[in-house]
């Protein structure tokens, strides 16, 4: 029998038993998600608050010309400049400098990354956090492409995507496939970008990251492996940006194959 399935281990999983006494910052890069940041905050800020979670969310802004910033500000009064931090830059810099500057300001022990436009929604927030309780995780990462979790937890439900047309996820298997092939990381989807992270290992975790752009979180789960850290996956539905336009181009997708072959050349 997997003892991660017996009576007393389903239960230690499925809730929280105790009060959890940990806080929870998310870090937020965002660029031109003005008609996305309300809701996206209202919605984290429900699932902390229904689970009785400390937390602060970290926007960290790229100069979006749409007002983005002004959002943020409007939030913070709303919500408290304690729990919406706006650390803006002064252009588009990169998603992976846009986590190492948010960094600079967290005051959680654990730090959630996601996106700001839906893609990832907050309501999977709770399992991530139950699995890493149950099982001292360092990270645990959302996954499109696995059926349960591992280890496993019961209220899991199937990954997916929706809202992709069929080249777009020809695409994103095949570019995890790829990965997968020739790094060998240990996780189900390594293109993804929701995930948990103990501070500390984060911080460590990038201190060795090289990539920029979207290579970064690739590198950064062959990072984790290779520097021995324990990692969890959790099923999540991944849905199409519903306000503005994908930042995933060519050029993305070329900087991706030639990640793949310099982490396998370098690590």
Do not use: C
Not at 13 to 36: C, D
Not at 166 to 194: E, Q, W, Y
């Amino acid at each position: 029998m997997n003892p991660f399935e017996s009576t007393v281990s389903l239960n230690m999983q499925g809730q929280f038993r105790t009060a959890n006494t940990h806080k929870y910052s998310v870090i937020l890069p965002t660029y031109n998600e003005r008609k996305n940041l309300p809701v996206i905050v209202w919605l984290l800020a429900k699932v902390f608050e229904e689970n009785k979670l400390a937390w602060e969310i970290i926007v960290v802004d790229d100069a979006s010309p749409d007002g983005t910033q002004e959002i943020a500000k409007q939030l913070a009064g709303v919500y408290g400049e304690d729990k919406i931090v706006l650390k803006p830059r002064a252009g588009k810099l990169g998603l992976g400098t846009a986590y190492i500057h948010g960094l600079n300001f967290v005051t959680g022990d654990f730090v959630i990354i996601m996106d700001a436009d839906f893609s990832h929604h907050p309501k999977f927030i709770p399992q991530f956090i139950r699995l890493q309780q149950a099982h001292n995780l360092d990270i645990v990462t959302g996954t499109r492409y696995r059926a349960s979790s591992t280890p496993y937890l019961p209220d899991a439900t199937p990954g997916g995507v929706h809202g992709w047309d069929l080249k777009r996820k020809l695409v994103s298997r095949g570019a995890n496939f790829l990965a997968d092939t020739v790094l060998n990381p240990g996780v189900s989807d390594l293109t993804g970008s929701f995930r948990l992270y103990r501070l500390p290992v984060l911080r460590h975790i990038i201190t060795e990251t090289q990539s920029k752009g979207y290579v970064f979180q690739m590198e950064m789960m062959v990072r984790a492996r290779a520097l021995g850290y324990s990692v969890g996956e959790v099923p999540i539905t991944f849905v199409d940006r519903i306000f503005g336009e994908s930042k995933l181009g060519a050029d993305e997708i070329v900087s991706y194959a030639k990640g793949v072959w310099a982490l396998f050349t370098g690590i």
